[in-house]
């Protein structure tokens, strides 16, 4: 949805877009943690929000400033469709995004709340595209929550495509005076593409403490990150495949290997499945293994309606969870999990 369209000279034009997206679901899963004391609380029926996709809404906009050169904005703000508040987001109002950059031919430069190349190079990756169920998501928050994915006091520079490739860096200050440390945070990755074949291979690390401390959600858990992924679309397919090392000080080492593909069965259907194995590189016993499948079904362009199939298994003191919103951790043995909903996006 545009909302204006300005011209004032030959080379400045604007306009503002409004965005978002709705998503709400069933959850079913066969056991739940009981956070008081991290026991089997039993299965659970419950509503929630984002089930597939997180629920949000968002301005973004350009002005062309003439010789190619455009200024863009971008705020994002994740809701809450079950209580109407804010969540999937480090929990302040335009949590998720919040940047003013400049694009042009020699790359694009953003200064604000913004995701990391980490991040972007897992997304890019993800063998089901990043879904709030059964996917990479609840694996990533639930090592080090948001931190990483929504960085405030974030300068980041993206450099255009040459010969296939694509180099992006980013450093967010920790804005604490005196002590350039607290809560500072880089992020650096390199992207290849040839034809229908990607590779992305990023690096994140990060300290403790700084302005950013004080969001709802931790944004600044001290960690480093590693990451290599590849994607290849023949056709309707797409496989991908990646490795990913979320390192925590003082704390655990967890190395993750996830693989999946997506098939575009017809222009209305789709179907992925992922594989997940995760161990701590501190002590090989705690480990865990999650698979999910999905279909989507698209009533129109904007609508869909969606089934999703999930199962983990933990062993030792590994805790890892089928869906980042209703049930971020899990419990030792075997978890069935099932989400069904609705997805809407304009």
């Given at each position: 949805m545009v909302l204006g369209n300005v011209g004032t000279a030959a080379h400045a034009q604007s306009s503002v877009t409004l965005y978002g997206i709705v998503d709400s679901a069933i959850l079913y899963t066969s056991k739940t943690l009981d956070l008081a004391n991290g026991q089997n609380a039993g299965h659970q029926f419950s509503l929630i929000t984002g089930g597939q996709a997180p629920s949000l809404f968002g301005l973004k906009g350009e002005e062309d400033l003439g010789g190619g050169m455009k200024a863009i904005f971008e705020l994002e703000s994740g809701i809450d469709l079950s209580t109407g508040g804010l969540t999937d987001s480090n929990g302040n109002f335009f949590g998720r995004q919040a940047w003013v950059g400049l694009t042009g031919s020699f790359g694009t430069a953003k200064a604000g709340v913004q995701y990391s190349p980490f991040v972007l190079s897992l997304i890019a990756t993800d063998p089901r595209s990043v879904s709030y169920f059964g996917s990479g998501v609840p694996l990533y928050i639930s090592n080090v929550?948001?931190?990483?994915?929504?960085?405030?006091?974030?300068?980041?520079?993206?450099?255009?495509t040459i010969?296939?490739?694509?180099?992006?860096?980013?450093l967010a200050l920790g804005g604490t005076a005196g002590d350039f440390q607290a809560g500072r945070q880089y992020s650096a990755s390199?992207?290849?593409?040839?034809?229908?074949?990607?590779?992305?291979?990023?690096?994140?690390?990060?300290?403790s403490g700084g302005t950013a401390a004080t969001t709802p959600v931790p944004s600044t858990v001290a960690f480093s990150g590693r990451t290599v992924g590849a994607s290849y679309r023949f056709g309707d397919l797409t496989m991908k495949?990646?490795?990913?090392?979320?390192?925590?000080?003082?704390?655990f080492d967890n190395r993750i290997y996830g693989g999946g593909l997506n098939y575009r069965v017809t222009p209305a259907v789709d179907i992925?499945?992922?594989?997940?194995?995760?161990?701590?590189?501190?002590?090989?016993?705690?480990?865990?293994?999650?698979?999910?499948?999905?279909?989507?079904?698209?009533?129109?362009?904007?609508?869909?309606?969606?089934?999703?199939?999930?199962?983990?298994?933990?062993?030792?003191?590994?805790?890892?969870?089928?869906?980042?919103?209703?049930?971020?951790?899990?419990?030792?043995?075997?978890?069935?999990?099932v989400a069904a909903g609705i997805r809407h996006s304009f």
């Open positions: 929550f948001v931190t990483g994915i929504f960085n405030s006091n974030a300068i980041s520079y993206t450099s255009p010969a296939g490739l694509q180099g992006s860096a980013m390199l992207n290849y593409t040839l034809g229908q074949f990607k590779i992305s291979a990023a690096m994140y690390s990060g300290n495949a990646l490795f990913v090392n979320f390192k925590t000080a003082g704390s992925d499945a992922g594989v997940w194995y995760t161990s701590d590189g501190n002590d090989t016993s705690n480990h865990s293994i999650m698979a999910a499948t999905g279909l989507t079904y698209s009533l129109s362009k904007a609508t869909a309606i969606y089934g999703q199939l999930g199962y983990v298994y933990n062993h030792g003191l590994m805790n890892t969870g089928l869906s980042t919103n209703g049930a971020l951790f899990g419990v030792a043995g075997s978890t069935v999990g």
